[in-house]
């Protein structure tokens, strides 16, 4: 692919190790991208902020698809996969809640 060599290089600079436990499959530990921040939307009633969170990865280091509920480990907390948004160009990223 076009991009592989840019998304490995991001992820060399940018990322951080992140432990995936997927059912049924064995744990992998990726190297990803992790971003959390605030997202504000004007409505009627007043401005609302959430929190996103998310983890950009190399498909190459995944072995196969990350399926929603799926468990990430970075940081030392404990997230769920809410969605996978495979970017097309080698990368996915999985948006994230965190687990309580």
Do not use: K, W
């Amino acid at each position: 692919m076009f991009f592989d060599d840019l998304n490995s290089a991001c992820a060399g600079a940018f990322g951080e190790p992140a432990v995936i436990r997927r059912p049924g499959r064995p744990d992998i530990t990726v190297t990803g991208i992790f971003d959390r921040r605030h997202y504000q939307q004007d409505t009627d009633g007043g401005p609302v902020s959430t929190l996103v969170t998310s983890l950009a990865v190399v498909d190459a280091e995944l072995g196969g698809p990350v399926p929603a509920g799926a468990a990430i480990e970075v940081r030392g907390l404990t997230f769920t996969v809410s969605e996978p948004r495979p970017d097309g160009q080698g990368m996915t990223v999985l948006l994230l809640r965190e687990s309580r």
